[in-house]
């Protein structure tokens, strides 16, 4: 599976952005699609992920009520909608896949096998 990621850029506080990623070749095996982030010096972080099936979602909490997540399972893609940017959402965030549903991937019972590269996201103050 390969994920292309979209988007991203520089934007005031308190702006918005969307990041989209396109899934293409064994899509078949993806379960759950998601985005991780990770700014300098921190910890690569989940943000948000989707259930591809039932299109149960994840969230952060410091991106709940801010961010969305969503899918297209015609296009094999997903879009992360960015409201209310702050400048601690700065970070390279990545696209990334998984073969195992939401639950079991949150359950701590699976992974993320795909990555995409990074895009970055720069909110000034």
Known sequence: ????????????????????????????????????????????????AIDWRDGSSKYTDSVKGRFSISKDNAKNTVALQMNSLKPEDTAVYYCTAAQHRLRTVVAGKGRYDYWGQGTQVTVSS
């Open 1 to 48: 599976v390969q994920l292309q990621a979209y988007g991203g850029g520089l934007v005031q506080a308190g702006g918005s952005l969307r990041l989209s990623c396109a899934a293409s070749g064994r899509t078949f095996v993806v379960e759950t699609m998601g985005w991780f982030r990770q700014a300098p010096g921190q910890e690569r972080e989940l943000v948000a």
